[in-house]
């Protein structure tokens, strides 16, 4: 049974500007073993012990999804929105195109959200740019309803399948038999640790750039000043 209903995940995705796709995953989203299972009814109940839910959101156009985010839920974001939408965008452009809100708090639960493109996302499933996202559509999610056109669901279908096929091919490949079911599976998972380790590289050369930009605005002021 899962910690959450449909509801109060659909109830998520519409306190935030139009998305187009949307999955949730983790403990928060789907029972696993070690994890206390709190279910919670609807948006107006909430639990301490729950654990952290995490959503992807794909939108279509990044920069504008920002901007209205910006406006409707400012205090989910850090101190780069002070930067803008555009800054925060090109944040987000580093690396396998995630953005991350943490430690967002949603009636009483602990949520986490990434934001990436559409296009980004399809590209990842469909060519394993970075294996970050499609290593993650891997295992168990919670798809939940969005405001996708059919042309983009028949594209995001045939990726998703595409994605599960090509995992489970590579992994038969390198597994000698014979082999478990149980065994394939774990290899299955294991394939996105690699993303995993591409995106917290990528985070960390993200700050990189982030500081020499700031740095770069710092002294172009201090030479104005001083012109």
Known sequence: MSSINDEFLKSIVASFP???FA???GSGAISQKGYEDTTIASSSSSSEDAPQLDIIFAVQDPLTWHEANLKQNPQHYSALQYFGAAYI?????????LYFNPFVDFNGLQLKYGVVSTKRLLKDLTEWDSLYLSGRLHKPVRFIEHLASPVLIKQMSEALSFNRTAAFSLACLMMTPPFSELELYQRIAALSYTGKFIFYCSYIFSYIYIFS??????L???AHVHM
Do not use: H, M
């Not at 930009?213 to 710092?218: A, I, K, N, T």
């Open 89 to 97: 965008t090109k944040v987000q452009d580093q690396g396998p195109g």
């Open 23 to 25: 999955f949730a995953y």
């Open 213 to 218: 930009l700031s740095l770069s605005f710092s």
């Open 18 to 20: 139009p998305i187009e």
């Open 220 to 222: 172009s002021g201090v």
